[in-house]
Structure formats: C-alpha cells, structure tokens
T-cell receptor
Framework: DADVTQTPRNRITKTGKRIMLECSQTKGHDRMYWYRQDPGLGLRLIYYSFDVKDINKGEISDGYSVSRQAQAKFSLSLESAIPNQTALYFC????????????FGPGTRLLVL | AQKITQTQPGMFVQEKEAVTLDCTYDTSDPSYGLFWYKQPSSGEMIFLIYQGSYDQQNATEGRYSLNFQKARKSANLVISASQLGDSAMYFCAMREGGNAGNMLTFGGGTRLMVKP
C-alpha cells in the first residue's frame, strides 16, 4: 500500500465551486505539505504544517486554505475555484531530520472549467 | 534570479549508456540540501538522491550519482546504464537551511528519453 495517498486522483469542477483535496499518510511523519505543479514547470509550495496545531502559508497560498485534521491527514480546499487553479496538486510528508527528504503522494489532477 | 536552473529541456540517451542531467543553484545560505526527483508520465514524484552542502563525498544510490561541485554551485545527476524505464521528467530541487518552511525550490525539469 502507498505511504502517501491522495483523493480524488482526478477532478473536474466548475468556476466558483468549493473543492477539497485530501491527503493521508501512514509514514508517521509530523510534517506535511501541499504543492501545485503547472504544465512544464516545477512544484510550488502552497501550505505546510509541522504538526497538528501548526499551519503556515507557502509561496502561493492565495485562494487556498488547509486543515490538519490529524497527524496523518492534511486537506487542501479551494474556496471558490477559478480556471488558473487548474494544475496537478501534490501532498508531501517529511520527518524532522538533517536530510528531511519530502515524500510525495501520487498527485491530484484538477481541471477547473 | 532563478534559484535552481536546469538548462536542458529535453535529452536523448541510448539505452545502456550513461547520461548527465545538469543542475545549477543559487544560494547564499551555507546550509542547504539538494534533491533529485523523477516524474514518469504517470505523474508521481519519486525521490532519487540527496546531497547535503556539508557532505564531503558525492552521493550515490544504485545507478544514480550526484556530481556535486560546490564552488561552481552545480549538482548534476548522473544515470549510469540507462534503461527504457528511465524515460521521465527529472527535477532538481533545493532546500535552504534558513528556510523555516522547509520549502523545496524546484527547477523547470529535464525530459529524458531513452532510445532502444
């Protein structure tokens, strides 16, 4: 079974709709992240959380919100989706350490019409 | 200025040959980490290899090695004995030690195509 799972894997929605992307992990990591990837580009950080009570904005947080429901769960919400939020969204986790590699989920492809 | 630069948008390599994917970085932080990820056509991001700024030796992981030249600020990925399954996008990323969010900054990626 995958260590980091994301649901849904694919989603089509309309402009103005609220949508939630969910991430769960069984790695036991405290730190979780949400990134987006636009076609032909690298990933950019949206939000991150170092533990259940810790939520921080990343590089591109406008139009997004998050919820850390438990150590293993981190959800990303688009309050009112717009077409330029069409992207591939990744959840990642890491463990506090000197190397602290981030391990990514399989991604969610979101299309906003 | 770009923090991570990957100058090769696409590359071809013959199966069983070695290939080098270039990555240069820009930081004034003395403590940083460099990562390479592979993204196959299915979309997932797969961690390949890590190099810390204070590591004295180049990192190796199986067929992957990292040619770390600190003075030149380059961290090139070397894949030996290429396989057809190596065809994918490859991303170089950096985490700076002073970054409170542990944010990874990614380059634009290199698409590697392995020819049979």
């Amino acid at each position: 079974d995958a260590d980091v799972t994301q649901t849904p894997r694919n989603r089509i929605t309309k402009t103005g709709k609220r949508i939630m992307l969910e991430c769960s992990q069984t790695k036991g990591h405290d730190r979780m992240y949400w990134y987006r990837q636009d076609p032909g580009l690298g990933l950019r950080l949206i939000y991150y959380s170092f533990d259940v009570k810790d939520i921080n904005k990343g590089e591109i947080s406008d139009g997004y919100s998050v919820s850390r429901q438990a150590q293993a769960k981190f959800s990303l919400s688009l309050e009112s989706a717009i077409p330029n939020q069409t992207a591939l969204y990744f959840c990642a986790t890491s463990e506090k350490a000197s190397q602290e590699t981030q391990y990514f989920g399989p991604g969610t492809r979101l299309l906003v019409l | 200025a770009q923090k991570i630069t990957q100058t090769q948008p696409g590359m071809f390599v013959q199966e069983k040959e070695a290939v080098t994917l270039d990555c240069t970085y820009d930081t004034s932080d003395p403590s940083y980490g460099l990562f390479w990820y592979k993204q196959p056509s299915s979309g997932e991001m797969i961690f390949l290899i890590y190099q810390g700024s204070y590591d004295q030796q180049n990192a190796t992981e199986g067929r992957y090695s990292l040619n770390f030249q600190k003075a030149r600020k380059s961290a090139n990925l070397v894949i030996s004995a290429s396989q057809l399954g190596d065809s994918a996008m490859y991303f170089c990323a950096m985490r700076e030690g002073g970054n409170a969010g542990n944010m990874l900054t990614f380059g634009g990626g290199t698409r590697l195509m392995v020819k049979p």
